[in-house]
């Protein structure tokens, strides 16, 4: 990474209904972490409750918000970051993509998993992000390996 | 739902997509307006694809409003203070 300020990023959690949420996000964590970017995670308390279980350490998870909260700031100019991951495998994680992709400057990822994957990310084709997407629920190894491409190229 | 749980709201739809929440105002609303997502309404920020479309009609505002784990639904409330705001802010559509 290259610059002298320390880059930051926002992972948006979605409702974690579907299993492989969790694992992904705590990977890209520590992708992150390792790439010496700052991370700020959003969620519902359920969303939250689960991720700050995995990590009782804080080996992973450093700064975590109420989602609507962090919406808000966002909207009202008061929080952002470098990058933005939001996680989507339904149609309220398609209208949370399109909501970032306004009240955001960051460059917008979305990381699109579940049985329903191509639709969703098809959804976001008219939405300005990157779209991560890796089918199935259960099995997080395929969304690793399209993480690992992407942050492979980001700095 | 924040502020809105204390409001005395109706769902008019639920789990529609946001092209069926603004279909549903340019068809039942005699006057809309079109506003950003993240734009804040009765304590809450809408979170939605574009267009999102408020309406108003005899002094209610309907709009939609998304849960992460619920999907989106179509809300009518009475307006209050929030129509003028919402006329101001707002571009107008109709």
Do not use: W
């Amino acid at each position: 990474m290259t610059g002298d300020e320390k880059k930051t990023a926002l992972i948006v959690l979605g409702c974690p209904q579907v299993p492989i949420q969790t694992s992904a996000a705590l990977y890209l964590l520590s992708r992150l972490a390792d790439m010496g970017v700052a991370t700020t995670v959003a969620g519902t308390k359920a969303a939250r409750s689960l991720i700050e279980v995995a990590d009782p350490g804080r080996h992973y998870l450093q700064e975590i918000i109420d989602l609507d909260m962090c919406i808000q700031r966002m909207a009202e100019k008061e929080f952002d970051t470098d990058l933005c991951f939001t996680f989507v495998h339904n149609d309220a994680g398609v209208a949370y993509t399109a909501t970032m992709a306004v009240i955001s400057g960051a460059e917008l990822f979305a990381v699109i998993f579940g049985g329903e994957a191509e639709e969703r990310a098809a959804e976001l084709e008219e939405t300005a992000c990157r779209r991560i997407t890796a089918k199935g629920s259960h099995n997080p190894l395929p969304m690793k390996r399209r993480l690992d491409e992407v942050l492979d190229g980001l700095y | 739902m924040g502020c809105i749980e204390s409001l005395k709201y109706e769902v008019l739809m639920r789990h529609v997509s946001f092209k069926e929440a603004a279909d549903y105002v340019r068809k039942n609303c005699s006057e809309y307006y079109e506003v950003p997502p993240g734009f804040r309404i009765f304590d809450v920020n809408i979170i939605g694809v574009p267009p999102v479309l408020i309406g108003i009609n005899s002094g209610m505002i309907t709009f939609p409003f998304t849960k992460p784990c619920h999907g989106t639904f179509l809300l009518r409330l009475p307006g209050g203070d929030e129509i003028e705001r919402v006329r101001k802010v707002g571009k107008v559509v109709r």
